[in-house]
């Protein structure tokens, strides 16, 4: 994949660093039955299905109309019409700009296709409206691994971790950049 960097505005990374860097690893819990506290806390086969349980949520917004096009924004991405899926999840965001997965979801579009830029801007999105959203944090973390920035892409899975613990693609990509990050004991 290559990265279209000149996508991506140095006062936009700049804010989105000092944005998804000063908030807390627990914000406030919008998700009954404490979901996230007992994802923190469970064994890995529970927190796979507590973390799905908390996507699936976090995919509810409340409205049949932009539950839809977010689901045709997803059906679009899924077929491959970025255009289409772009289409569905601007309009998304621009008549509920207070859901969060609806910008989490336009973020892995504009990632998909390679606008790394816009992609974070969505991902800042995301987290300022819920910042214990750990899939942003990862995908945060793997567009600034893409940009060369190894030492941000590692904060940002230690605070998707911090989240959820047994998140499996974050803890593969910590073990992966540790070194880089952490350097060799002698």
């Avoid at 601007?90 to 830029?117: C, I, K, N, Q």
């Avoid at 974070?120 to 940009?147: K, W």
Wanted: charge should be negative; hydrophobic fraction near 45%; charged fraction near 25%.
């Amino acid at each position: 994949m290559s990265v279209k960097i000149h996508n991506l505005k140095p006062i936009v990374a700049a804010t989105l660093l000092t944005v998804t860097f000063s908030l807390p690893a627990m914000g406030e819990n919008a998700l009954p039955d404490d979901l996230l506290g007992a994802l923190k806390q469970s064994e890995p086969v529970e927190a796979r299905k507590l973390a799905d349980e908390i996507v699936l949520r976090w995919a509810q917004s409340g409205s049949p109309a932009m539950d839809l096009l977010l689901k045709r924004g997803q059906d679009a991405a899924d077929r491959g019409d970025f255009n289409q899926a772009l289409g569905h999840l601007t309009a998304l965001t621009d008549h509920a700009p207070d859901f969060a997965e609806g910008w989490h979801m336009r973020a892995s579009v504009y990632f998909r296709t390679d606008e790394l830029g816009l992609a974070l801007h969505d991902l800042e999105q995301t987290l300022r409206l819920n910042p214990n959203h750990f899939p942003a944090l990862y995908g945060f973390g793997v567009i600034m691994e893409q940009l060369g920035k190894p030492d941000l892409a590692y904060k940002a899975y230690q605070l998707a971790l911090a989240i959820h613990p047994h998140y499996e693609e974050a803890q593969e990509a910590m073990k992966r950049l540790q070194v880089q990050v952490e350097g060799r004991d002698l």
